[in-house]
């Protein structure tokens, strides 16, 4: 059984930066696409980046220039470090494991993972 647990949210002033961590076990990381999802109140669940067994990466365009996704295999953990933060970006981050191991996966698609986290709140003061 996969656990996810995500940590790192917090309050931040716009313009900040915050690094979320998703501490993954009962799989190893390095042989599914890792994620991070999120979803702000009132708001459908939204893409934000992925990263493969490949450590091929993808990323929304609100995230591109401003968000790095990352991993630690060693600690089996995945990373997301989000710079230049906006009022926008407050929403709970998810992380998500995908067991789909077929090069046509849907890494924007959430119907896509099997796993998910309990979310953490980031929220971007202006």
């Known amino acids: 059984q996969v656990q996810l647990v995500e940590s790192g949210g917090g309050l931040v002033q716009a313009g900040g930066s915050l690094r979320l961590s998703c501490a993954a076990s009962g799989r190893t990381i390095s042989l599914y696409t890792m994620a991070w999802f999120r979803q702000a109140p009132g708001k459908e669940r939204e893409f934000v980046a992925a990263i493969n067994w490949s450590e091929r990466m993808s990323y929304a365009d609100s995230a591109k220039g401003r968000f790095t996704i990352s991993r630690d295999v060693a600690k089996n953990t995945v990373f997301l470090q989000m710079n230049s933060l906006k009022p926008e970006d407050t929403a709970i981050y998810f992380c998500?494991?995908?067991?789909?191991?077929?090069?046509?996966?849907?890494?924007?698609?959430?119907?896509?993972?099997?796993?998910w986290g309990q979310g953490t709140q980031v929220t971007v003061a202006s």
């Open positions: 998500a494991l995908a067991q789909n191991l077929a090069p046509t996966i849907r890494v924007t698609d959430t119907g896509e993972y099997n796993s």
